[in-house]
Structure formats: C-alpha cells, structure tokens
C-alpha cells in the first residue's frame, strides 16, 4: 500500500473507495457490536454470505459486519442499504425469506419489522422507529456504516480529512483554539474543558509528550467506549494524532481493558493499516510531524481508570493513584506532560476540525455542548446506546428514546454516573441533562451510564452495591477511602439484613462527609454519592429498614421469603422441578410449599411459575436475627 | 524417577513458552503487566516457577511481581478450572436479578463466586459488566453468553461440560 503523502493523496484513495463501495449498488450491514454477537451475530453474516452467493448475487449486494448500532434489546439488527429498512432479532432461518422478499422481489418481511407498541403500526426505515427517530446521531452513525477492519471504509466517509485539514493547513495553535472555542468538556465524568486541558500540557516544560485515550471503561453498566472502539477505531485514532499535533506529543497510549478483546483486536488492526497507510510513523502528510500510538492492555482494576493511577500501570507499576498537587496535563506519565482523554471525548475532536467549532456549539445547552452517549440499561423496554444533545431531558430519553418500563410498572429512579454518580428521583425527570444540571441534582454526568430503576428496585440495596463494588475496587492506598468504605458497607449491610439501628443513616452522612474531604483521588472522594443520594430522595426507604425491618421493594434477601399461595398452586409441580437445592415440597396433594430452612432465595421457583398460576410470591419476612 | 523427570520436563517448557513472552516484550520492565496478561492467558494462571522465572529474566523483585499479580484481578495465583462461568454482576444485570441468577449458578455447581471445583473442571466468577447489558442478566459460560437462562437451561449446559470433561479423560 502506497503512503499517503499528501492531502491529494488521501482525496484519490477516498474517491477509489467510494467506487468501491458503490461497485455494490446494495448492502447487508449486520451489526456486529457485543450486544449482537451475543445473540448471534456470527451465524447470521456467516447465512448471508453463504445465501447470497447461492443466488449469484454477491456482484449486486454486498455484506457488511458493522459496529454496534446501539438498539441492542432487539439485536441481531440488520439493515438493509440504500433504502435503510431496518430487521430487527433476524436468525439465521429467516435468511433466506429476506434475502427472498427485500433483495431480489424488493418487498418487505414484516414480521421483522419494528411494530409500534402503542398503535402497533410496523416501521419500515431506520429512522422511522422512535429508538433512532429522537437521537441526534453523530459518533454512532458512523458506526452502522464501517467495518471496523476495513480502513477503506472509514475513508470513504471522509474519514482522516481532518488530520489532513489538521497538519497541512492549521497550525497547532490553531488546532488548539478550535478546540477550545468548541467548549467541548471531557466526556469521561468529569466534564473538565478539553482545550483547556490541552493548552496546559502543551505549554508545560518537559519533553517529551504524551496523549492518552483512556478506554478503561470501568463504569458497570456503561458501554459507550467499547463500542466505539469496536465499531469505528479509526476515529479515534483520528482525534488522538490531531491532539498530539496540537499539544506537541509524538507518542500516543490506547489504555484498554483486557475485558474488551474484540475492542483490542480492532484497534491493534486499525492501528497496523494506518501505519501501511502513512497516517501513524514519520512525517505525516509531509508536515514534519511524526506520530505512533502503542496499546496498554488494563489488567482490570476500577481504579485504574482514574488518570494518575491509569498513568502508573502504564509504566508497569500497580494502578494506584497519585497526590495531584501537581496536575498530571504537566507531570504524568514518566513524569512528563500528559493529557488524557476518554475514548468519546477524542472521536469528538475530527468532527470539530472538519465541521468546526461553530457548529460544534449549535448542539447542547450553555455549559455543555454538542451530543453524549448514554447506555440507556436497566428496567426500560429499548436498552440499548443512545447519542442525544446534551439538554435532552430524562423523560425524553426514558419515554421516547426508552419506551418507557416494561411490564406498565411505576418508574423510581435513574442512576447515572456510575459508582460515583447518583440517584434522580421521579420527580426530577424533566431535568435537562448536562454537566451541570446533574450534578446540582446530586448526581453527575459520568461516562454516560444510565441505569433505569422501577419500583422493585430497592434503593437501600442500590447504593449497598455501589459501596460493595468501590470497597473491592478501590486500591486501598489511602486510609479515608480504604476504612470509610468498609464502615459504610458494614452499616449498608446491617441495614439490608435487618439489623439497622437508629442513627445509622447519619453515620453514613457522617461517614461521607469525612471521605468527600479527605481521600486522595476523585473515586475515594466520590464514592458516598450513591449512599448520599439514594438518603436525599429516599430516606424512607432506609427508615423502612431500619424501624420496620422491611424492604418495601421486596429485594434485600434477609428482609424477604418466597410462598407459595396454596389457594393458587395448581400443583403442577414446575417450581420443584426448578429448584435447584430441592427446597420445595409436596405438602398435600396438589399443593406445593417452601421449605425455608433449605430455600436460598434465588427466583427460579417465581420464574418457572406459569403465569396463569402466579402461585410463587415474596412476602416480607422477619429477619433471622443472627449474633452480630 | 520417570514421573519426577517428566515434571522436570514440563517445568522446562513452561519456562520457555515464558521466554517467548518476555522476548516478544523485548525484555521491558515496563512491559511487565503486559507480560503477566500474556502468561495468564496461556497457562490460565500465574505458575509459581514462571513469575520466579520472570524475576530473574527481568531483573525486577519477586515482591513487585507479586504486587502486580495481587492488585489486578485478571491474575490468579491458582490453577483455574478447564471452564470458566462468568455472572455479570454489573448495575443492569443487578437490577434485573443478577444476584438471584449467581445464587443458582452456585447452587448447582456448589461453588461461590471465585472457587474451582477440585477436579479443575469449573472456575465460578463474577464480574462488573461485560457490556450486553440488553441481555441482562447475563452469564458467560467459556466466552458465550446466555440471558437469564432457566434452571433446566443452565443444567444442561453444565452437564454438557462435564461430559466433554470425562470424555476428555478418557481420551487422555
């Protein structure tokens, strides 16, 4: 492959790969994020392939793995281009009908349609269906039209013209200020000016150096930067060579997890064919400027995502945070100047070189511009990724965007911000959502998970496994955060089992103050805003547990049994089948009851219930009091 | 006198399958938690003639190796089972009822979260969120996820394995 030397260059490869791409008037793309590999999406692009040429069509339609294309609830998702008609959970049996109906007859399979809930109209298009219809799609979108392991692909949308609008006509100051008057903030929690950041690594004393991506998503239940990883690698290599321009750095960092090995895989090969292309080595474009990236795989450690620490375990030593009197944008990694940046805030930067700062600033609210990714997860109808502007408000993305709670149930909170977020209550939906918005409600904007919490939801439990998760997570470094966390868990813990006592919800209170002014790094400094803000909008719910020994979402197992109602047992016997400790028995003919002493609460009973019956039920129990 | 010379032996292969790894890293000190990940995934733990092994090639001491395979989660200092069952314990998989799921992966392989069964066949595991949280809750059994299997379902797959495992038994 010959180098790309100059911006005429990349212009002929991008005009061959456009013929390319249209030598094939057609496209199956299936979506090859996790969410559908999951449900099998191997199989499927295998079937298409396979059938395709069976019908000596493969000169017509072409077939495209693509990233994830965000509405995981309803993978494996296909859709079918020009015309952009959108299947939804396709197997590999329905293949042949729709490689039958849409790309030979030019007709529809409808059943694999999307059907409005509601009035239960099917939705042909793409961008017909409500998940789709209300984002604003920009990072994402060009997720659904790259395979990943195709450079040729990402080229052909345009793909790498901002570096080369970047180091052929802009100077680094220039760069840099289109940053900066982009406002565009950290997406990575703390919502931190970009440009700013930039700015003080580029003029820090200290050579050489280093841009970081920061791909650590340790965040449970977000997913935003895996899949842009996965799906389009190359725009984010994009945005890091272009910030190393900026900032004066010559060597790049990817800081994956190891838990991502798809993520891994495709960027180590977009990493490869932008070397073979010229885009990553010595003198790029003919600027002078020399770039290379090297991948860091995370060994797995929460911590490890905070920047100092994530510094640290890429010199080889533990992902333990350092003091930050001295900003790691001046001395961070070998103690040289280092900006690090989330994975979504550097795909953020080719769109503002090529399309400007400008019309960066026409999407989102004052203090916070352009679109965020959410994982829209938990109990809502459409899981799945969803880019909106910033200022959308919650009811939006949880009703329109969501669909709203399965099962008609009553929705209690949304969790964003992860371990370090907090709770937003109901009553607070139509806040827009922004940096700052979430954070005066107690909450923060985080990495973007959005966890949808209905009524069996107990919030006490909620921010039980928040504390749970920081107190094996965090490093144990610093004294506040180590000893603050475990006092914490051992009172959450006493309070879910029934063993709460008066004044332990303002020993939490106590606990957390201590912590937010006294840990060593944001995640210790952080971590009792699950606890402080679950207390805040739900402190009846702590006084349930504690007064009345009650969990009024029926979670906190120590709280709760299982019964069976005799009245309803139709003693067909499914629950004891189901029992995986054989805990239930026939206690007369036809009725089935618990044995509590052997049962361990674990809802394969409820579950196998038919639901005709509902025989199976959690009642509220009184706590075994056990020596404490 | 066989058997002790066979354990010479393979005490001597893993010794230089670990060379391999170290000269692919050109001998960095740094590369050190890279090193460790490469030698996890091809012996699926952390042997202890190997990390001494790497001490010595790499010049670093023993304790900071140990550091590292202590601190990170990716590194067991124990043999793990031939299969690896993974629960997702992330927010959307707890919300959606992961912690009754691991209750009856644990009750039918009678192990808790981070235990392998004596005849290393099985390694229980948790972990926080593997990113198909539509699927939640979700559970990993040797790289394939199942949402929320049954009872019935999450048997079979077990019994499956344990099948392979005697098959394999035989065979060897």
Partial sequence: MPRLTTPTDLANLRKEAI????????????????????????????TFEQEIEKRGLEKKVAVRRTGCHGFCERGPIVVILPENVCYLGTRPKDVPEVVDS??????????????????????????????YKHQKRILLENNVLIDAGNILDYIALGGYSALARALTQMTPEEVLGEVIS????????????????????????????????????????????????????????????????????????????????????????????????????????????????????????FVSGESSALMSAIEGHVGEPRPKYIHTAAKGLWDKPTCLNNVETWANVPFIISKGAEWFRTMGTKGSKGTKIFSLVGKVNNTGLVEVPMGITLRDI???????IPKGKKLKAIQTGGPSGGVIPESLLDLPVDFDELTAAGSMMGSGGMIVMDEDTCMVDTARYYVNFLAHEGCGKCVPCREGLRQMLNTLNRITSGRGQEGDVELLEELSEFMQQAALCALGQTAPNPVLSTIRHFRHEYEAHIRDKRCP?????????????PKKCQGCGACARNCP???????????????????????ACITACPDKYQAVRKVHAEPVLQPS | MKRKEKAILDIRDDLRAADEIVEKHAFKKSALI?????????????????LRWLSSRLGVPLVDVYTLANFYEAFSLEPRGAHTIQVCMGTACHVRGAPELLARVSALLGLKPGETDAKQRFTLETVHCMGCCALAPVIQIDGQHYSNPSLRKLQRLINSLEKGEEEAACLG
């Fill in chain 1, 19 to 46: 013929t390319r791409r249209e030598a094939t008037p057609r496209c199956v793309t299936i979506c090859c994020g996790t969410g559908c590999l999951a449900t099998g999406a191997t199989d499927l692009a295998a």
């Fill in chain 1, 102 to 131: 849409s790309l030979v007859k030019g007709d529809l399979v409808e059943r694999l349609l999307y059907t409005d809930p509601e009035s239960g109209e099917r939705m042909v298009h793409v961008d017909d269906i409500p998940f």
């Fill in chain 1, 182 to 301: 982009a406002e565009l903030r950290g997406r990575g929690g703390g919502g931190f000016p970009a440009g700013w950041k930039w700015e003080t690594t580029r003029n820090a004393p200290g050579e050489p150096k280093y841009v970081i991506v920061n791909a650590d998503e340790g965040d449970p239940g977000a997913y935003m930067d895996r899949s842009l990883l996965e799906g389009n690698p190359h725009g984010i290599l994009e945005g890091l060579i272009i910030g190393g321009y900026a900032i004066g750095a010559y060597e790049g960092y990817v800081y994956v997890r190891q838990e991502y090995p798809l993520a891994i895989k495709n960027t180590s090969l977009a990493i490869e064919q932008a070397r073979e292309h010229g885009l990553l080595g010595e003198d790029l474009f003919g600027s002078g400027f020399d770039f290379d990236v090297t991948i860091h795989r995370g060994a797995g450690a």
């Fill in chain 1, 398 to 404: 949880v009703y329109k965007i969501g669909g709203g």
């Fill in chain 1, 553 to 565: 979402a029926g979670v906190c197992v120590e709280l709760i049994a299982y019964e069976i109602d």
């Fill in chain 1, 581 to 603: 400790v054989d805990a239930i028995y026939e206690a007369k003919e036809n009725v089935y009851a618990i044995d509590r002493g052997k049962c361990i609460k674990c809802g």
């Fill in chain 2, 34 to 50: 890279q090193i460790l990940l490469d030698i996890q995934s091809r012996f699926n733990w952390l042997p202890r003639h190997v």
